[in-house]
């Protein structure tokens, strides 16, 4: 006979998975799951503050600006100082780097000996925070070469390709705080319940629909996205697409997080502001690439896998093209298509101008 508790539902947390997916690897000592339960505790202090945003004295620039040259707004430092502080004891981390960081940091207590290498953009759509719409945390774990033989460079620990990457994920301060990763076994989503500070497993092994119905793209640049891009959105528009939905919140982990769970395509491609893409490869592109690819999806930068890129510095950038195999291969076919041709013609734009300066009389 079962006993009530037997049968009850066992609400599964982040921690039992991530323990249980340590059980599958023979020579998994732990460490790693020690390492991963600080960035959940760095998520939950992260999601506390957003959520009482407006009543701390936590909205607004900061007054500085990080390498990259954008503003650092009061949340990305506090969001950078949690995941530092909740990292920096665990004991076996060698390096971190983040986007706020202007270089990657050797870990004062375990740098020598640490195995890990842990990537982070603590806070991910900050133009978003101050009107209260969904912003995120996303997350790179490596292995670090202990061996020595770099000199124990800890930027060339971080200079890994995405294929590399030993677990990756990110959490979502939306609605509900919603966090998912994966070590690759699959992508597992879990909720944050506030009430007992727990992440409750949501979905396990997510797949993304092959093809979705929604278009993700800041489309204010359109003029500037090379021709291969423009063709493929102005097909998205006809009725033989479907049509498609646009959808574009400006927080790539939130567009990210509905494109997983939905299906459909986000494009970052190059402008003519940021020619080599506004995404940055080592703390954005990389770990939303793997999990995509993890959940059946595809992640490129409109000519080759985003995983097999090998970073040159901290920072780069790259074009994201992420979504559903179908509608990721039928962008492909555009950009195969079209090559590096680049838009506007000059008579093109001519037009538009001449366009602009009638309608303005
Ligand atoms: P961050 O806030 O970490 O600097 O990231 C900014 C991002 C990303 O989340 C989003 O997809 C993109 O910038 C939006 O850029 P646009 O405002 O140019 O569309
Ligand atoms: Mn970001
Ligand atoms: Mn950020």
Known sequence: MTTELESSPH???????????????AT???????LLSGITQAAKIIS?????????????????????GEQQQKLDILANKSLEMCLGFRGNIGVIASEELNEP????KSGASGKYVVIFDPLD???NIDVNVSVGTIFAIYERDTTGFNGFDAVADVLQPGIKQLAAGYIVYGSSTVMTYTTGNGVHMFTLDPSVGSFVLAFENIKMPETGKYYSVNEANYNSFPKGYQEYLKWCKTEEAGPYSARYIGSLVADFHRTLLR?????YPPTAKAPGGKLRLTYEANPIAWLAEQAGGEANDGKMRILEKVPQSVHDRTPLVVGGKKDVARLMKYMEMYGDEDVPQASTKAATKATAKAVAK
């Not at 503050?49 to 007054?63: E, F, H, M, P, Y």
């Not at 940091?105 to 004062?108: A, L």
């Not at 299906?263 to 494009?267: A, H, P, S, T, Y």
């Open 11 to 25: 609400p599964i947390t982040i921690q039992e998975h991530i323990l249980n997916q340590q059980r599958t690897h």
């Open 28 to 34: 998994a000592t732990g460490g790693f799951s020690w």
């Open 48 to 68: 506390a503050s957003v959520r009482r945003a407006g009543i701390l004295d936590v909205l607004g620039d900061a007054g500085d600006s990080n390498v990259s």
């Open 105 to 108: 940091k050797v870990v004062p």
């Open 125 to 127: 759509g900050s133009s």
């Open 263 to 267: 299906g459909g395509i986000f494009l």
